[in-house]
């Protein structure tokens, strides 16, 4: 379905399409600035319990680990070789060593145009990034989903923009080797979704949940059968359908939050999106994937955020989220309501076991326009997105969580 006419037209400047409207050098630092730097952020983190909607489960925050965030005082991971946002992004192993991938995306100049089907790959100990072949579609895609199964990426759909502004929410699924250098087309999508989040489980099922699908947000979970390449229906997610939310799989608990939902028009009929808080868990029967029991659990520390970073701590039993965006903006990052979005730098954590969140201090510099965070060999890196001035970034933010470490690659995987 084409959305609104008045909404279609990238050239014209009322125009509200939904590329237009979604969207669409460190210095080393002295010894003594480092030391300054990781106390000034110890002090300056502070624990707030999480306030619940009502009907929502109250947690109290716990102690949290015996260290807080710190920021890197250098980078870890090189810049990319061009900037890009919206980016699907997802960690893969070789030979026991981690590899960032980064698939697709929103240039620079954050046009049409601009939207990207290059493909790279870094690899911890090589110090640089290297070209993959692009990805085999014909023209690029923005808020595609890419998850890291072993060696090999598995990428989902996103959204492909015409010179007049019509999108299309693509159902394409492609498996990449990193060992080959080669792709494969999968089973697409029965409903194609873009902006959506992620999860695997057993290293064999990947859960999409909600997202956008051409003209409206869908409240749909589909799974994913990478063994068989085929899909199914889940249950459906309870909660207000979004996209660009953030949230991740650990264990059998799906753990999803925020997102920017359709709120009805304005007076000349334009469809009007909110950034909306909520955050909701989701326990997948141990008899049939297809189960989940949803709750609502209380709301994360902070405001709401759009398009954050979020992985998956299986070894802490967490669900980890950093940056995004403080409202729902344009391609550019100016905000709906004509007020320019600013990126948050907080991270924070779902914490399973215990039903309860951790507000766990701030990166170095906040970042926004991510679609996951990755863990590295010792760290955790958003790759590329937007800074605070809403300008496309080649970096790799980073940061550490000294009892947190990411899953270490099994050598061979």
């Not at 299309?168 to 999508?189: G, H, L, Q, Y």
């Not at 510099?365 to 790759?383: C, N, T, Y």
């Amino acid at each position: 379905m084409i959305r609104d006419p008045v909404r279609r037209h990238v050239k014209l400047p009322e125009c509200r399409s939904r590329f237009l409207m979604r969207a669409c050098p460190w210095r080393r630092p002295t010894l003594l600035t480092a030391v300054l730097t990781a106390v000034l952020t110890m002090a300056s983190m502070a624990l707030r319990p999480a306030i619940a909607e009502p009907g929502a489960k109250s947690t109290a925050m716990r102690p949290p680990p015996r260290a807080p965030l710190l920021a890197l005082v250098r980078p870890v991971v090189a810049p990319l070789p061009a900037a890009v946002t919206n980016n699907a992004v997802a960690r893969l192993c070789r030979k026991g060593r981690p590899v960032l991938v980064s698939f697709m995306g929103l240039g620079a100049a954050k046009r049409w145009r601009d939207i990207t089907r290059a493909a790279h790959a870094y690899e911890f100990g090589q110090g640089k990034w290297r070209r993959l072949p692009d990805v085999p579609v014909p023209q690029g895609r923005i808020a595609a989903t890419a998850v890291g199964i072993g060696g090999t990426a598995l990428l989902f759909g996103g959204y492909s923009v015409a010179t007049d502004g019509h999108e299309v929410s693509e159902p394409e699924v492609f498996r990449f080797d990193i060992e080959t250098n080669r792709w494969t087309m999968r089973a697409p999508m029965p409903l194609p979704v873009d902006d959506s989040v992620s999860g695997v489980l057993d290293e064999r099922y990947v859960y999409l949940v909600s997202g956008w699908h051409d003209d409206g947000n869908v409240p749909d979970v589909q799974i994913y059968d990478s063994h068989e390449d085929r899909w199914t229906k889940a249950t459906p997610f309870p909660g207000r359908p979004v996209f660009g939310h953030a949230g991740g799989l650990v264990g059998r608990t799906l753990v999803v939050i925020d997102g920017v939902a359709v709120v009805g028009r304005d007076e000349q009929g334009r469809r009007r999106f909110r950034l909306v808080r909520q955050a909701w868990r989701g326990d997948i029967d141990p008899d049939d994937p297809r189960r989940i029991r949803w709750r609502r659990i209380a709301d994360h520390p902070g405001p709401p955020v759009y398009r954050a970073g979020a992985t998956a701590l299986p070894e802490n039993g967490w669900v980890l989220f950093a940056g995004g965006g403080l409202r729902a903006y344009n391609y550019d990052g100016i905000g709906y309501d004509g007020v320019p979005a600013e990126a948050s730098a907080r991270v924070f954590a779902y914490d399973v076991k215990s039903d309860r969140w951790y507000d766990l201090g701030r990166m170095a510099q906040p970042s926004m326009d991510h679609r996951a965070l990755i863990a590295g060999k010792r760290g955790f890196h958003l790759v590329g997105g937007m800074d605070a001035d809403r300008k496309v970034r080649r970096q790799v933010t980073g940061f550490i969580l000294p009892d947190a470490s990411p899953s270490p690659c099994r050598t061979g995987g």
